[in-house]
């Protein structure tokens, strides 16, 4: 019955939200932005709360990582909301017109999806980024986030409100579903009569459930096996520095390097600069032989190990004979999300970008990249892997529809 309430509610909000301006949805907006600012100290102490009992389970610090906030995400939270004011509000654009020949104007519009509803876990800055994506495409969202981060989603939730309430816009424009047991997850993903379409944002597990349970259409964000390809004539330099930062920067995040790959005539002169400065930072490296007999510190790798996500501070790595293997060793085992080759050679570069199968694919950067904000969307409800209408990093076009408008002047069919 909560499920039906949150349901119904979502759906009024949604032909409220339809009427608002652009300038209205910037004000509310910002107003939410400067709310998340002045009443941070309320999202730290709930958040304080669920890392202290993540930590008491004995959640991975890669995960605890994803789970926590300071001021510092709490501010990008806020500058994500307010990069998205300066964004174009795609509601209402016409992406074609045209006349036929029997006088009808036809027109292609843009439209929100209507009632989103996400499921995703851990990491509460999804909440407010989430929030932000939807609002300004004017959809209603119902949030499910997990049990390791209720109490901060509580907070930022009943924050957004608030500032909603105050604007005098519907404050069900956001809602989040409190109850976190499993059923209600798989309840929720049976709510065709309300959701329009469900994103499920979290580990492979997750997904996979969304996946196989939903009855609503379900857009597939993905889990983050990452490969960097070393060719042979990659600067080993930017290798190290491009491998460190997409391996180490933030462990947590589906974004970040899990698989490494070293062409064979390289390796003997990269693979100890690489080690060195990843066992600095407590990286444990599993290679295959090749790399065993380069550094007795790598620990010998199993099959399992060429297709995980680690979201710890573990690498794979392998050494290939040439860019053919390397391309077909990622294909087979990547999770089609961020791909890098780190080279100088211009044609193979090319043929990475042509042949590489992901959603997002680098020469000579950091696979760190792919998210919404670094690519100039204000933030992201998620990083799609599939292939149908939306890949990659899912902006504010990604989160529309469209719908025909047709005007005539009285004709008829023959």
């Not at 990249?369 to 998620?382: K, L, S, V, Y």
Request: aromatic content about 4%; overall charge negative; some cysteine.
């Amino acid at each position: 019955m909560m499920l039906e309430t949150l349901g119904i509610q979502a759906k009024a909000a949604e032909k409220e939200l339809v009427k608002l301006n652009s300038t209205k949805k910037n004000e509310c907006l910002q107003a939410v932005a400067d709310a998340l600012i002045k009443e941070s100290s309320d999202i730290l102490k709930a958040n304080d709360e669920d890392v202290r009992v993540a930590r008491e389970k004995g959640m991975k610090e890669g995960m605890v990582d994803r789970l926590s906030l300071n001021d510092d995400r709490i501010r990008a939270m806020a500058d994500g909301l307010i990069s998205l004011i300066g964004l174009e509000d795609p509601i209402g654009e016409i992406l074609e017109a045209k006349i036929r020949p029997n006088g009808l104007e036809i027109g292609k519009k843009r439209v929100p999806l209507g009632v989103i509803g996400i499921i995703y876990e851990s990491r509460p800055n999804v909440t407010a980024d989430a929030f932000g994506l939807c609002f300004k495409t004017s959809n209603a969202v119902i949030l499910k986030g997990g049990s390791d981060a209720i109490l901060s989603n509580k907070a930022i939730v009943a924050i957004i409100r608030k500032a909603l309430s105050e604007q005098g816009v519907t404050p069900d424009a956001i809602q989040l579903v409190e109850d976190t047991n499993r059923e209600t997850a798989k309840k929720l993903m049976q709510m065709k009569q309300y959701l329009d379409v469900l994103i499920p944002r979290g580990g492979a597990g997750l997904i996979r459930t969304v996946v196989e349970n939903s009855t609503v259409p379900v857009i597939e964000t993905g889990t983050g096996n990452c490969h960097i390809y070393v060719d042979a004539s990659a600067d080993i330099p930017m290798a190290v520095d491009i491998i460190d930062n997409a391996k180490t920067q933030r462990i947590g995040v589906c974004n970040a390097c899990e698989s490494l790959l070293i062409h064979k005539d390289i390796a003997s002169e990269v693979l100890p600069v690489i080690c060195e400065r990843l066992f600095n930072k407590n990286v444990e490296i599993r290679g295959d032989e090749n790399c065993c007999r380069l550094n007795n510190k790598i620990v010998p790798a199993t099959e399992e190990d060429w297709g995980q996500e680690y979201l710890d501070y573990i690498l794979s790595a392998k050494i290939v004979n040439n860019l053919d293997e390397a391309i077909d060793h990622i294909n087979k085992y990547n999770t089609k999300h961020s791909e890098a080759i780190i080279t100088k050679d211009y044609a193979n570069a090319r043929r990475f970008l042509e042949e590489v199968d992901a959603a997002a694919v680098y020469v000579n950067a950091s696979t760190r990249f792919t998210d919404g904000f670094e690519f100039g969307f204000g933030a992201e409800i998620g990083i799609s892997t599939q292939k149908l209408h939306a890949r990659g990093p899912m902006g504010l076009k990604e989160l529309t529809t469209t719908k025909y408008i047709i005007y005539g002047s009285g004709q008829v069919r023959p």
